[in-house]
């Protein structure tokens, strides 16, 4: 089974606009992290937000957010005020265990191409 | 800010050589990765390394693969005898807080 998906391939969003990439996931362990990672054409992986699963609010970092739905185990992000540099392929990634006490592997979804249009 | 380095950018091997890919980690970070990408597809994870031995390893990672932290700042992969199909990107990653992050890239191509 899956551990994470993500059911857009691509999508397209107008400058300004908000958007929101959807992430599901799938973990029997109570205690879990997810991740959002932005890869641009260049190739490298920025890391961008982080949820834990006993975190009581939604994660903010700047323009991004987390809506972390706990019991639907979604994670999508939300991306405010799309900007051209926005345009990349973005990952939802998750690591199950309470910290990486064990170097316990992160695993990534399939990734959403995000274009932003000017 | 620190961030973690990898060389070379962009490899590129004749098939059955033998290949390094060099990694330098955030200094305060303890647990490393290998993860690789082929074109158009997923992030695969390789394997995690702790206090100087393998924690966790994926399928992926044959005999054909080993790390080592040679000196205390340097994290490599050597793939022993290069495939086709070894052809991806390579992300080396730290973490610490349980946040990975991870470096550059390095494209290797095998020919």
């Known amino acids: 089974a899956q551990k994470i998906t993500q059911t857009q391939p691509g999508m397209f969003v107008q400058e300004k606009e908000a958007v929101t990439l959807d992430c599901t996931y799938d973990t029997s362990d109570p205690s879990y992290g997810l991740f959002w990672y932005k890869q641009p054409s260049s190739g490298e992986m920025i890391f961008l937000i982080y949820q834990g699963s006993y975190d009581q609010q939604n994660a903010t970092e700047g323009r991004y957010s987390l809506n972390f739905q706990k019991a639907r185990k979604s994670a999508n992000l939300v991306i405010s005020a799309s900007q051209l540099g926005d345009s990349a392929m973005y990952f939802c990634a998750m690591r199950e265990g309470r910290t990486d006490n064990y170097g316990q592997n992160f695993v990534f979804g399939p990734g959403t191409r995000l274009s932003v249009l000017p | 800010e620190p961030e973690v380095t990898q060389t070379p950018s962009h490899q590129v091997t004749q098939m059955g050589q033998e290949v390094i890919l060099r990694c330098v980690p955030i200094?305060?970070?303890?647990?490393f990765y290998w993860y690789r990408q082929i074109l158009g597809q997923k992030v695969e994870f390789l394997v995690s390394f702790y206090n100087n031995e393998i924690s966790e390893k994926s399928e992926i990672f044959d005999d054909q693969f080993s790390v080592e932290r040679p000196d205390g700042s340097n994290f490599t992969l050597k793939i022993r005898s290069t495939k086709l199909e070894d052809s991806a990107m390579y992300f080396c990653?730290?973490?610490?807080?349980?946040?990975?992050?991870f470096g550059q890239g390095t494209r290797l191509t095998v020919v």
């Open positions: 200094s305060n970070h303890l647990y």
């Open positions: 990653a730290s973490t610490y807080g349980g946040i990975a992050f």
